[in-house]
């Protein structure tokens, strides 16, 4: 590989990343495509060594900018993997932390579930909100029946925890 990762791993911070099981599996399942990706790519470069077109020659710096790229993002998810561990399901349920699965209740009378995890696996749409973002970030520490209160500017809002599983 070439200098610049090499340096990255001597300089690189080794903070323990937690991850659901969830988030573990994705890791692993990206981490498997990616090595599939990388051997496809290599393949064809060996089948494009068999030509010697300009065309050919332009489609061949395609597949190693490809391949340096698919790399590069390999070499990252190894080492958020590497760096990271389940979190431990037997930790207190009393406050959220996380891996905590909460339960909101809005003003309207609205319930909403969000699971609280590390930035690298946080995805709103399915419910995984990151410790980092505003509601995280006061819903941690909190018990249940407290009111949790968030914002960042001109976005505002509170909600009622109402279950921490």
Sequence with gaps: MNTTIATKETTENKKTIL????????????VAQLEHDRLAVMRSLRESDKTTGHDDRFER??????????????????????????????????KVAVGSVVDLIDQQGRIFRY???????????????????????SLVGKTVKDVVEWGNGTIRGSMQLVRIT
Excluded at 19 to 29: A, F, I, P, Q, Y
């Design 115 to 137: 699971t609280l995890v590390e930035s690298v696996e946080a995805n709103p749409s399915d419910g995984r909100i990151s410790l980092k973002s505003p509601l995280g970030s």
């Design 19 to 30: 991850l659901s099981k969830k988030g573990m599996k994705e890791l692993r399942k990206t």
């Design 61 to 94: 710096n395609e597949r190693l900018a490809r391949l340096e790229a698919i790399e590069a993002e390999l070499y990252e998810k190894q080492q958020t993997l590497s760096n990271s561990k389940l979190i431990s399901s037997r930790r207190a349920r009393m």
